[in-house]
């Protein structure tokens, strides 16, 4: 047994953590701002983006969306395996999101787990949207998408970020796809671009990812419950998240 360790302080206090997950403690109903880091309800994370960041794939992105950070990486397309067997007029997308083990407060195991492959799958989702796979026919494209930090908004900041690393690679798409998550609290008001703590706390959580040029919904992932007027009121929020990711992303498609 190790008996070496190192000697803890004689006190200690609750972390702020303990204090959170209570629904009650997202709003300050005085100044009608975020309990967490004090935005507005509409008022989203700064959000930085850099490309080209992996040089052995073909296309790759860096994202930040306030303390959420990952990386994208697309490889491909190579040859679906399938010898033998009925030729596949359309290609198929691969993804992955591995959330890394130190990501979050709690440490993760190596293994994938079940929420991993559950975001995994609704990425997939999203970029068949938009993807022309009859450009790569009877092959397989890569998407994998590494979480350095998870402090809410995961899904959305992947689809954004595979969607560039996608044109970056010069995979021809129907659209840009951008996606912005919303959350809605116990007093029926919506919070657009969650932190984890807002994302674990609130009633219903919702993930929308817009095709930037035609305005057209891709996808729409519900968690939860939610009212009509709530969802309604959530997706016009995020659709206007989306337009202004947009415009921070254009000109890196566009240089």
Do not use: W
């Amino acid at each position: 047994m190790e008996r070496r360790r190192f000697v803890g302080p004689e006190g200690s206090v609750k972390p702020l953590k303990s204090l959170l997950h209570d629904p009650s403690n997202l709003i300050n109903t005085e100044t009608l701002t975020r309990a967490v880091d004090g935005r507005f309800p509409e008022q989203m994370r700064p959000f930085i983006i850099r490309p080209a960041v992996i040089s052995q794939a073909k296309g790759s992105c860096y994202l930040e969306l306030g303390k959420t950070k990952l990386t994208c990486a697309f490889y491909g397309p190579r040859a679906s395996g399938k010898i033998g067997k009925t030729f596949l007029e359309q290609g198929n997308i691969y993804c992955e999101i591995d959330l890394l083990p130190f990501a979050s407060d709690k440490r993760r195991p190596y293994q994938r787990e079940g929420e991993e492959q559950e975001l995994s799958k609704q990425l997939q989702e999203a970029l068949e949207t938009t993807v022309r796979r009859e450009t790569f026919p009877n092959s397989v494209v890569d998407v994998y998408v590494n979480v350095i930090e998870d402090d809410g908004s995961v899904l959305a900041a992947s689809i954004t970020a595979a969607s560039l690393a996608l044109s970056l690679a010069g995979i021809q798409q129907l659209d840009t796809l951008t996606a912005c998550s919303a959350v809605f609290t116990s007093s029926s008001i919506s919070l657009i671009d969650p932190t984890l703590f807002e994302q674990n706390s609130a009633s219903s959580h919702m993930t929308v990812a817009l095709m930037a040029n035609s305005g057209e919904i891709a996808q729409i992932t519900l968690v939860g419950p939610c009212e009509d007027i709530l969802m309604k009121e959530g997706l016009s929020l995020v659709t206007d998240g989306c337009s202004a990711i947009y415009e921070q992303v254009k000109p890196i498609l566009l240089s």
